[in-house]
């Protein structure tokens, strides 16, 4: 007998839910709808929209389109992208992520009013990446990005300084960053750290590890694109070696599944819930006495 467990605390996050819960009512409407990006980094899900006539472009494409309805993402736009559609006379639907649009404002806020103009204000993340982007977008392009700790070496640590980081980064990494910087300042600069990380997201890595431990066998499901699913998926194996990342339902090995193992499916905060029981609908059909059981965590 095998033991199929979902793990029900994993799967879209609030903004990635909300983004693709607005796509399917904006399409229900009818007429031609746009969306900027990949709404997820999935592309299965990207697909399934697709085919519900969603289409999707890229910031070039954007620039040439006028008179038409633009969906933004959960990632969120730097303030550009919306006098685009002002000019354009674009319809935005706006599914940028509240915690998002929040962090935005922070910074945005930050950058009219700091002290001089000499301050450095610092995002810590990935980039290019989307969110990163809209970011910078709110320092007029003036923010400085680090990805690691061995970045803040390009920092002047006798200017004041302002932290901040993208949302979906690792919660330990951000705060190692900080006390490395607040080490380092010189004289009478100023160090302020603004914990900007998604406790949605960051609070998933100790149920995950949990998760993992729990279980014999983990199947991660994520998009190849997904950045989140990378961290997550990295903190199953130091958990359980016996961890396997997939892109699709469909690529499960047979091979995996011994007797009498408790298997574990999991995703990212881009894996949508049927997904994961698209995995365990497979993994049934291969090795049919299995019992279906949901997670506790």
């Known amino acids: 007998m095998y033991k199929i467990e979902i793990d029900r605390q994993s799967g879209c996050c609030f903004g990635v839910a909300k983004a693709i819960s607005k796509a399917e009512e904006e399409?229900?409407?009818g007429g031609t709808l746009y969306c900027l990006?990949?709404?997820?980094h999935n592309n299965i899900e990207v697909e399934r929209l697709e085919k519900m006539g969603l289409i999707t472009i890229n910031h070039e494409q954007f620039k040439q389109l006028k008179n038409v309805r633009v969906l933004l993402r959960a990632h969120?736009?730097?303030?550009?992208?919306y006098e685009i559609a002002k000019q354009n006379n674009i319809e935005i639907i706006d599914a940028s992520c509240p915690v998002v649009l929040g962090l935005q404002k922070r910074i945005n806020k930050?950058?009219?009013?700091?002290?001089?103009?000499?301050?450095?204000?610092?995002i810590f993340g990935k980039r290019g990446h989307a969110e990163v982007n809209g970011l910078l977008?709110?320092?007029?392009?003036?923010?400085?990005?680090?990805e690691n700790k061995e970045e803040i070496n390009k920092l002047d640590f006798s200017r004041d300084i302002s932290l901040f980081s993208q949302t979906t980064k690792p919660l330990d990494g951000f705060q190692e960053i900080g006390e490395l910087i607040a080490s380092r300042m010189q004289g009478d600069a100023k160090f302020e750290f603004y914990d900007t990380i998604c406790r949605q997201v960051s609070n998933r890595v100790p149920n995950m590890q949990q998760f993992a431990a729990s279980n014999d066998l983990i199947i991660f499901i994520a998009g190849e694109k997904s950045s989140n699913g990378k961290v997550l998926f990295e903190e199953c194996k130091k958990m359980n070696p016996n961890s396997y990342l997939i892109h699709t339902p469909e690529e499960i090995d047979p091979a995996w599944l011994k007797e009498n193992i408790r298997i574990g499916i999991c995703g990212a905060t881009?894996?949508?819930?049927?997904?994961?029981?698209?995995?365990?609908?497979?993994?049934e059909k291969l090795k049919p006495h299995t019992q279906l059981e949901k997670a506790a965590f």
């Open 27 to 29: 399409l229900k409407k």
């Open 270 to 283: 881009s894996t949508p819930m049927w997904q994961m029981e698209a995995v365990a609908g497979n993994i």
């Open 137 to 146: 977008g709110q320092t007029n392009e003036n923010a400085i990005i680090i």
């Open 110 to 122: 930050k950058y009219i009013h700091r002290a001089h103009e000499d301050a450095q204000i610092v």
């Open 76 to 81: 969120g736009e730097p303030p550009s992208t």
């Open 37 to 40: 990006g990949d709404i997820v």
